[in-house]
């Protein structure tokens, strides 16, 4: 495939990330970034020069919003006017989307593609694909994408472009714009994110009562590591009756009894809109 893609936001962290991925492809990239410091990272990391905006999406096919959520709806529409029928915008969050931030035009095709990253569980044979936390470089990992309007054989471009830009992949979800927020922020940030930090609190609190710093982290990532095997069924077990017993009285003293509810519609939209 030799579409044109306009990438916005090339020389951010994301943006150099996706704009070295994409130099693995045929795809032809026009990037586009209005800070200096961006502009010199990739030049300097990848030996990429920016275009300007209207150069840009001359004749492209698909705009990649690599940029903050709070800048998606005013960038979106700002260049809108200026896309020809058919054009697919991505973006890399369904927060913004889900918000009803992209502009009104149907006849623009709207693609989200959102990373899985690597899984704490993996067969990642090298050093480095195991100390490829975020994914996109050495180690695999699995991506979710959403057609949120646009013809179904849309689809089959935007998919690729997500694994082109996210590789390498171990496995490709296609889903709803609906779905990918309920992922995240719901399960990923409101939920995972927040009983981490959680952990890491709880963590300095042992140390805080007396418990070396160093045995203190050694015993909870390593129980997080059991544990997580067991609960996730990576490997046959059960957990002692001292252990049941601690998370049968330990759960509602940690966890309001309505805390599903996090997965709500209206909470999802609430959490985004703090968000966007």
């Known amino acids: ?27 032809r990239v026009s990037h586009v970034e209005p800070g200096a ?6 030049k300097d990391e990848l030996g990429l020069d920016c275009v300007e905006v209207d150069a840009a999406l001359d004749g492209v096919d698909v705009v990649i919003l690599a940029i903050p959520d709070t800048l998606i709806g005013k960038i979106a529409h700002e260049i809108a006017p200026r896309l020809k029928a058919g054009t697919m915008v991505m973006t890399l969050d369904a927060a913004a989307p889900f918000a009803g931030h992209l502009p009104d035009r149907t006849d623009l095709t709207y693609f989200v593609a959102h990373p899985c990253h690597p899984l704490i569980f993996n067969d990642e044979t090298t050093a480095e694909a195991r100390r490829d936390y975020f994914g996109g470089g050495a180690a695999r990992q699995s ?10 054989e849309a689809f089959d471009l935007g998919e690729d472009i997500a694994k082109t830009i996210y590789q390498p992949i171990l496995r490709s979800y296609r889903l709803t714009v609906d779905q990918m927020a309920i992922l995240e922020p719901g399960l990923s940030e409101t939920v ?13 609190e042992t140390v805080r009562r007396g418990v070396p710093e160093q045995c203190a982290r050694d015993f909870l990532l390593g129980h997080m590591n059991i544990l997580g095997a067991v609960i996730f069924n990576e490997i046959p077990g059960a957990f002692s009756d001292a252990c049941n017993k601690a998370i049968t009285f330990g759960k509602p003293r940690l966890m309001r009894d309505d805390w599903l509810k996090v997965f709500d519609r209206e909470e999802i939209a609430e959490s985004i809109r703090r968000i966007t």
């Not at 579409?3 to 693995?24: C, H, Q, T, Y």
């Not at 410091?37 to 990739?42: D, H, I, V, Y």
């Not at 995972?192 to 300095?204: E, G, P, S, W, Y």
């Open 37 to 42: 410091a961006g502009r010199q990272r990739l």
């Open 192 to 204: 995972c994110a927040t009983l981490l930090q959680v952990m890491r609190d709880a963590m300095d």
């Open 143 to 152: 991506i979710t994408s959403a057609l949120m309007q646009g013809p179904p």
């Open 1 to 27: 495939m030799n579409e044109k893609i306009a990438l916005f936001g090339a020389g951010g962290k994301m943006g150099v990330r996706l704009s070295k991925n994409l130099l693995k492809s045929d795809y």
